[in-house]
Antibody, heavy 119, light 107 residues
Framework: EVLLAQSGSEVKKPGESLRISCRGS????????IGWVRQTPGKGLELVGI????????RYTASFQGQVTISADTSINTAFLQWNSLKASDTAMYYC????????????WGQGTLVTVSS | EVVMTQSPATLSVSPGEGATLSCRAN??????LAWYQQTPGQAPRLLIY???TRATGIPARFSGSGSGTEFTLTISSLQSEDFAVYYC?????????FGGGTKVEIK
């Protein structure tokens, strides 16, 4: 069974750094891109960006470029989403996703990581 | 950037009745459209891809249609577990983009 297991909820203060993770299992991790999707009540579902674990090639949606960093470690089948300086507006649920074989739509979602940024 | 617009925002339906949800893209996306269902506290679940192909394990009461810029998700007879929020998503152009969702609630 294909699974994406995400790290637990986080509560941080503005200006702090954070890295959340997503571990893939049940498939060849290096063979599929991993994406991160942000969900907020105000803006709904938004793709943050994706990474191809085999060569660490990344693509970011324009509004997230420079705000976050996506990385991956194929030795532990894990992708990461990182912030160097959190803002209150980063408060959201973050999902990692894997695409359907040979396609560009997600068919597998992690359980989500709730990030709360508050002073 | 492709913008996906869903209507209505909320749909009130009685159990056993049918529901029709709409999704529009601001530019053509061929049939590169997926539908997801999200229940409270859960991640979205893939229902339909390629505009009309049901994902593995999805009941036949869910069907999708459309191409180009206009798409429809039809639920033929709503069961209790179908009351949820439904999102469309295009995957023709970068970045992947989701609609704002339609909440299907019990009437």
């Amino acid at each position: 069974e294909v699974l994406l297991a995400q790290s637990g909820s986080e509560v941080k203060k503005p200006g702090e750094s954070l890295r959340i993770s997503c571990r893939g299992s049940g498939y060849n991790f290096a063979s599929y891109w991993i994406g991160w999707v942000r969900q907020t009540p105000g803006k709904g579902l938004e793709l943050v960006g994706i990474i191809y674990p085999a060569d660490s090639d990344t693509r970011y949606t324009a509004s997230f470029q420079g705000q976050v960093t996506i990385s991956a470690d194929t030795s532990i089948n894990t992708a990461f989403l990182q912030w160097n300086s959190l803002k209150a507006s980063d408060t959201a649920m973050y999902y990692c996703v894997r695409p359907h074989r040979g396609a560009n739509f997600p068919d597998t979602w992690g359980q989500g990581t709730l990030v709360t940024v508050s002073s | 950037e492709v913008v996906m617009t869903q209507s209505p925002a909320t749909l009130s339906v009685s159990p056993g009745e049918g529901a029709t949800l709409s999704c529009r893209a601001n530019q053509t996306i061929s049939s590169n459209l997926a539908w997801y269902q999200q229940t409270p506290g859960q991640a979205p679940r893939l229902l339909i891809y390629a505009a009309s192909t049901r994902a593995t394990g999805i009941p036949a009461r869910f069907s999708g249609s459309g191409s180009g810029t206009e798409f429809t998700l039809t639920i033929s007879s709503l069961q209790s577990e179908d009351f949820a929020v439904y999102y469309c998503q295009q995957y023709k152009h970068w970045p992947l983009a989701f609609g704002g969702g339609t909440k299907v609630e019990i009437k």
